[in-house]
């Protein structure tokens, strides 16, 4: 991604769902939360990014989703 459409650019980033394309061309979600680090002149000098896999729980959701939609039918 461009560094100037980083979300590390922002203050804070807390629990956005984003779709991630590893190298290899696999692909998931993952559960982002990011907050910026700042000098004492309130200058962004870095960040702090977490990222969690979702991609298995967002299977079983959907897969219960759909199973609750067949059991209705």
Known sequence: M???RC???RVSVREQEVHI???DGLRG???VDIEAVKDSDGNVVGAVNCFQD???R???ET???NLAH???H
């Open 2 to 4: 461009p560094h100037g």
């Open 7 to 9: 979300a590390a650019h």
């Open 21 to 23: 394309e590893r190298p």
């Open 63 to 65: 897969q219960i989703v």
């Open 58 to 60: 967002k299977r079983i």
């Open 70 to 72: 067949e059991a209705e």
């Open 29 to 31: 979600i993952a559960l």
């Open 54 to 56: 979702i991609t298995e």
